[in-house]
Each structure stands twice: as C-alpha cells, then as structure tokens.
C-alpha cells in the first residue's frame, strides 16, 4: 500500500533551555561581524564577486532586538513540531526556531541524514544573538545566522504540486524588509525532499538579497562537491582562492574555516556529505541557488570547546555543508524593485563511491537534472496558492507592513488578526499620526527605522516617547547629530530619562568622549533603579543589559568605585549569571583584588552569551596569570601569534 505525503503536528521533548526576554536596549552599535572582508584585499577578487561584496553590507541590527536572555540550565521542554511523512522520508520542522529541519529520517534504512542535535542550547551566533546548532536552516537577511533563527514563523497546510499536501512557512524579514516563503513537500515514493524558496521586494527600490542554506552534518563525513577551486576564508579576515581540500586536510585543519566552492557555471549545482560506507545526505538545486560551502570547526581545542558548547558532550561534532545566492557568504546580490528570486531545493539519501564523478552519476540516476528543473517549473504556479489551515503563526511586522503600504502578495498573507501588543503603537502612528504614551512606565518597545515610519515620527506630535523613537531612527539612518538633538529635547518632558541617557551614553562613546558618556550611564542607572516597579521579566532584561554597559563604560575611565557601586546594586540572580562573573572579575582585578578575581575563574561560570571569535575569557585570564587558560574557558578560534 503507498503511504500519501501527511503533514501532523507533533511534540518534540528535549533537554532545553529557555530563551528569556530579548534585550530592550536599541543596538545602535555597528554589528561585529567576523565574517567580512578589508577594502584592500577585494581588488584581488573577480569582479562580480568584488562588487556584490562591496553592496549594502549591513551596517545596523535595528529595528530587531538583540536576543541574550537565554541561559544554559536545561531541562526537558516541549518543542512544538511539524511533521512531514510519506513512506520513505520524515522530516521533522520547528516552526517557532526558524523553520528549522531539525530531522530527516530515511525509513528504508532507519538512518537519519542530519546532525541531529540533541539538546535545544542557544549560544551568541546569529546577528542579533541566540542560534543553536543542528538540522537544516534558513538564513536571510544578511551575511551570518538570520535574526530568525529563534523566531516563531507562520506555517499552514498548502497543496502541492502533485496533488499532496505541502508545507508552506513565511515570515516577513526585518532587517532588508523582504517578505519570503519556504515550501515543503515529499512527493509521492520520493526519498527526496523538495524545498521551494521565494523572496520577494515588494518595495520601490532595489534591495540587498542574502540567502543561505545551512546543514549540519557529523563531521566525520566526506564532503563530495563539483569543483576544483575553493575560496578559503578563516578569522583573518582574507579570501584566498585554493584548491579544493581533501578530506584529510579539512579534519586536520587547526582553527575553524569556511570553504566556499568554485563551481563552474555549466556544472549541476550540489553538494555530499558521505559516511566510511559511502552513505549519506545529498543537496542539489536549480542553477540560481548557485553558492556551496563547507564550514568546519577545526581541531583545536577552541573549536573541539564550541562543539561542546552547542551540542551535548560525548555525542559527537559536526560540519556544515551550504547553499547560497552566491558564491560566499560575504556577498549580497541585488534584487531589483517589486521583483523577486525563487529557486528549489532537494534533499535526500545517497550512497557512492567518493569521487565527483561517481557521485554525480548516481545522483543523476536517482533525481535528474532535468526532474528537479521539471519539479521547480510545477512549483512555481503553486506559490501564490493561498494557505489553507494554519498550523503556526509568527509575528505581526508583516501585518504592519502590509497594512501601511496595501501590498499584494499572494501565497503569503499577513492578516491582521497576526497583529499584537509590539505593532500597537505603530497601528496608532500610522491610523491616527500620533505615537502613543504608554498607560504605565516601562522600558520602551521596538522602534521601526524605516524612512516611512521615520517621515511619520517627523510629522507626529513631538512627545518625549516620539522623540525617543525618532532619535533611534535618525541615528540609523547615519543623522547622527539630529538623533542626539532629538534625544535631548526628550529629556526636557521625559518622565522615563534613563533610555534617553543610555542613547546619548553610546553617542558620546561613538564619537570618543568616554568620560562624558561614564557620567551618562551612571545617571542612566541611578534613574533607572528609582523608576523599576517589579523584579519581571522585562525590568530585570532592562537593569542586566544597563548595568553591564554602566559598569563597563566606568570601568573604561578607571571609575572603580562607581561601578563597584552600580555592581552592588545589581539583583543577585543577575549578579549569579556567568556573563556577570566575568564582569565582577574584571572588576576585581581594576580594584586591585587579583587574587579574588582568580578566585571567580575557580569557582567556575558560564558566559551564556559568549560570542563567536570573541575572546574576553581569555584576554582577562592573561592580565591575571601566567598559567594556561583551563580548557573550559577555552573558546579561542584565532590561530596563535607569532
């Protein structure tokens, strides 16, 4: 009897941990990203791959929040999942993480085709912070894990090309502001499963387009690909073009590192992980998803500590094999006004020797070439079928958008009913030209930097919550002298100041006045401790991501006892967290208690939020001691100088 494609919902258990509230403080800071390259060295690019990575880099994470509540204390919880069946594949799909793949098991064999991780443990990798590792996942936006990788999206049932049921998620995507769909399907005795992928501009202008494909293998796999040429990028920060690998020179590599391949134009586009047996997953595509990468974590003992980090000890690494719009990472590709980009994806089983050419004749023989082109072409129509039942609902921003611009997009609605207690305000400004004040003192919401909504705080009533706003979104528009004009009006009428001053706080260190900027954070705080009205989630995010700024700005101009000060005012469960025992080390040693801080280090932390190709962990050891730093603390990803 054949099984027909099911879509269910399901409960996933794993040991997790939680992702608490999101940072309310605006990052006006340029995002640090590790992985871009110098001015200088593009000139040795070809010339499309020098100018796509010279277009629109990112240069602000706003309007989306920084995500850092997360912890590292796991217990069980349930994960809601989606369930995509027929009688030679299931895949498993979180739609409130990303649209994660976080499984795709072959039935015949029993074999699962991914990383599969076992625990949920977001760490600081993605643009605006919380990512975990495993399965397959859908990054858009800009170089880097999407600001969605821990973000609920839509998902509803949908026909599929052949009759079946398809699995579509969307969402609307915040930093580039493109709205973009994930279609799902298994069809009919496949062992493959098909992904069609949409990205639309629905605005007046051209806008930068990023889009990678990301899936965590066991490392102990064989990267098979169709090239001889790859673009080796490391944490120096330098394309350099190389041949491409062998397996043995990617195991024994010291440092993490990226391998993007070469393809040739003519070449099938797709990529294998395989196993000592010659089994395991393959990826192809339709020729636009023209990108292949390798990402390994290297031997070092940096590396072997994130793979500890992010999965369970004892359970084995992983790598990465991906696909992208183009050929590396550190590119972005322009889509022209109200167009769009779509492609298709496959992913399933494979077993053959390790040569290309092997590979490749069986992957012809079990999915053509012209099958998957054939399966893009039936897609294609279906895209802008309307869903039916929905089975999971993401944010609002897609609403609010499509309700101030009247956007058309079929396949992909964003109701109204999707809108809540963030886009409130925002339906206010739009409907009635007046930013709201807020019934009762709290720290304030999202600010939306758009030039529309810009050009609506400009015209609104110049309330002291309206100029915060508007301030935030000068500021990222690059007026910066008009943001702190603005922000300081505010202070005038404001009856919250401590948001206020921390902007001007991060303008006066942006523009190197240190000391005036210590004064601000410490006026910011001392404000804030006397308006807090509850130890809730949100006043206690507020007091966390301020004070660990304040202590830090005082620290910077040897102003000891006033962040001692700010750090006894501290709410013990923040002072207990890893991220502030690295603070209050840092404090020890500037108050000249080396011996106390060293005391800290052997007690042991955690920094939750620990940052990719940071090194903070070990740079304070080095000021304390002369001994190795332990292997725990461990998270260096730089090779060794000299």
């Not at 309007?63 to 509540?69: T, W």
């Not at 940071?614 to 050891?621: E, F, P």
Request: hydrophobic content about 40%; glycine content about 8%.
């Amino acid at each position: 009897m054949v099984i027909v494609t099911t879509i269910r919902r399901e409960v996933l258990t794993l040991p997790a941990a939680e992702l608490g509230p999101d940072n309310p403080l605006p990052p006006l800071r340029p995002p640090r990203e590790v992985h871009r390259i110098e001015d200088r060295d593009r000139d040795e690019l070809p010339r499309e791959m020098a100018r796509q990575a010279a277009y629109e880099p990112l240069r602000s994470l706003l309007p989306v929040r920084i995500r850092d509540g997360y912890g590292r204390e796991r217990e069980p919880r349930a994960l809601d999942s989606l369930v995509i069946e027929n009688d030679r594949l299931r895949a498993t799909v979180l739609p409130g993480l990303g649209g994660r793949v976080a499984s795709l098991l072959h039935k015949p064999t029993g074999r699962e085709l991914l990383y599969r991780n076992p625990v949920f443990q977001p760490a600081n990798l993605a643009l605006n912070g919380a990512w975990y590792a495993g399965g397959i996942e859908w990054n858009i936006g800009a170089t880097g894990h999407t600001t969605l990788s821990c973000s609920p999206l839509h998902a509803a049932r949908v026909p599929a090309p052949d009759g079946g049921e398809m699995l579509r998620l969307w969402e609307w995507e915040r930093l580039r502001g493109l709205p973009f769909q994930i279609d799902l399907w298994l069809p009919e005795r496949s062992d493959f499963l098909h992904v069609g992928v949409r990205v639309r501009n629905p605005h007046e202008k051209p806008v930068p387009a990023y889009w990678w494909s990301n899936t965590a293998v066991p490392e102990q796999r064989r990267v098979i690909v169709p090239a001889d040429e790859a673009w080796s990028f490391g944490y120096e920060r330098r394309l350099r073009r190389v041949p491409v690998p062998s397996y043995d020179e990617t195991r024994q590599l010291a440092c993490a590192a990226d391998w993007f391949y070469d393809l040739p134009d003519t070449r099938r586009r797709w990529i294998a992980a395989l196993d000592e047996d010659g089994y395991g997953l393959v990826q192809t595509s339709t020729d636009v998803l023209r990108g292949r990468k390798l990402f390994v974590w290297g031997r070092g003992p940096g590396g072997r500590r994130w793979q500890e980090w992010l999965t369970e000890p004892g359970t084995g690494g992983y790598s990465e094999i991906q696909a992208g719009l183009a050929r590396t990472q550190l590119e972005h590709v322009r889509l022209d006004p109200e167009s769009e980009v779509s492609w298709l994806e496959v992913y399933g089983p494979l077993e053959a020797a390790d040569t290309v050419d092997e590979v490749e004749a069986r992957l012809e023989a079990a999915l053509p070439r012209a099958d998957v082109d054939a399966a893009y072409t039936a897609w294609k129509p279906c895209a802008d079928t309307e869903p039916g039942e929905i089975l999971a609902t993401g944010s609002g921003w897609g609403a609010l958008e499509v309700l101030r611009a009247d956007w058309k997009l079929p396949g992909t609605p964003f109701e109204e009913s999707t809108l809540g207690e963030a886009q409130e305000p925002w339906v206010r400004l739009l409907r009635a030209g007046v930013y709201p004040e807020p019934r009762r003192v709290r720290p304030p919401g999202e600010t939306l930097v758009a030039p529309h909504w810009r050009d609506m705080l400009e015209t609104a009533p110049a309330t002291p919550l309206t100029e915060y706003h508007l301030g935030v979104a000068q500021w990222h528009a690059g007026d910066r002298a008009q943001a702190v004009r603005s922000w300081e009006r505010a202070l005038e009428l404001a009856p919250s100041l401590w948001p206020l001053l921390r902007c001007l706080a991060v303008a006066d260190q942006e523009s190197g006045n240190h000391e005036r900027a210590a004064d601000r954070y410490a006026e910011a705080f001392d404000d804030l401790c006397a308006e807090r009205r509850d130890h809730g989630a949100s006043w206690t995010a507020a007091t966390a991501a301020l004070g660990r700024e304040t202590i830090e700005a005082l620290l910077a101009v040897r102003r000891t006892a006033q962040a001692r000060a700010v750090w006894d005012r501290l709410l013990p469960a923040i002072r207990r967290r890893g991220r502030f025992r690295l603070v209050e080390a840092g404090l020890l040693l500037a108050e000249g208690r080396r011996e106390e801080a060293l005391d800290v280090f052997r007690a042991g932390f955690e920094v939750a939020d620990l940052r990719e190709g940071a090194d903070a962990i070990g740079r304070l050891w080095s000021r304390l001691t002369d001994e190795p730093l332990p292997a725990h603390y461990d998270f260096r990803m730089r090779p060794p100088e000299g």
